[in-house]
T-cell receptor, first 115, second 115 residues
Framework: DTEVTQTPKHLVMGMTNKKSLKCEQH?????MYWYKQKAKKPPELMFV???????INESVPSRFSPECPNSSLLNLHLHALQPEDSALYLC??????????????FGPGTRLTVL | AQSVAQPEDQVNVAEGNPLTVKCTYS??????LFWYVQYPNRGLQFLLK??????LVKGSYGFEAEFNKSQTSFHLKKPSALVSDSALYFC?????????????FGKGTTLSVSS
């Protein structure tokens, strides 16, 4: 199984809602990533987990809260978002964070709209 | 600091003609270089990478890229373009000597292949 899955595909939420994005992979990868992507722009790294520990946090606002419950699963909890947070949220995984030569495998993304 | 430049926002080519999407990079050490493709409303798909060795790298869907150390370039090429190649292409780099760092993306180049 060489796939990264993400749910839901689409999410519309109000600024006072709490929601979560889910990402799963069964490739045995120990590095997992959250990216935010605006239309026709490159992905912007948000968080990286390595062996279920948060390794990189790119100064993301606290209204985004990542969680890595186990080696296959990555969540992104959302609370009190702003309209400018509307974007495609991409999850990715790679065998390890330290091995820079490995490519990342991306999921299809969750299209988030904040009203 | 690491960086990637994709000098063209858009490349237009007729079906059957060769295509080139340009990428130049800057790293303090030696680079690992990657190309990804993104179709509308999808995640990124890995095309190919340069780690070491042969400067000409072959990848998925008939794409190839040539690593040129003196020109710090890693241009993506295909001998005969297909309409289905129309998509957004990202070049990315990691510094070989800096384990555990983020993947740095270029701004992206939109490839449009006309029939």
């Amino acid at each position: 199984d060489t796939e990264v899955t993400q749910t839901p595909k689409h999410l519309v939420m109000g600024m006072t809602n709490k929601k979560s994005l889910k990402c799963e992979q069964h490739m045995g990868h120990r590095a997992m990533y959250w990216y935010k992507q605006k239309a026709k722009k490159p992905p912007e790294l948000m968080f990286v987990y390595s062996y279920e520990k948060l390794s990189i946090n790119e100064s993301v606002p606290s209204r985004f809260s990542p969680e890595c419950p186990n080696s296959s699963l990555l969540n992104l909890h959302l609370h009190a978002l702003q309209p400018e947070d509307s974007a495609l949220y991409l999850c990715a995984s790679s065998p390890t964070l330290a091995q820079n030569y490995n490519e990342q495998f991306f999921g299809p993304g969750t299209r988030l709209t904040v009203l | 600091a690491q960086s990637v430049a994709q000098p063209e926002d858009q490349v237009n080519v007729a079906e059957g003609n060769p295509l080139t999407v340009k990428c130049t990079y800057s790293v303090s050490g030696n680079p690992y270089l990657f190309w990804y493709v993104q179709y509308p409303n999808r995640g990124l798909q890995f095309l190919l990478k340069y780690i070491t060795g042969d400067n000409l790298v072959k990848g998925s869907y008939g794409f190839e890229a040539e690593f040129n150390k003196s020109q710090t370039s890693f241009h993506l090429k295909k001998p005969s373009a297909l309409v289905s190649d129309s998509a957004l292409y990202f070049c990315a780099v990691r510094d070989m000597g800096q384990a555990g760092t983020a993947l740095i993306f270029g701004k992206g180049t939109t490839l449009s292949v006309s029939s």
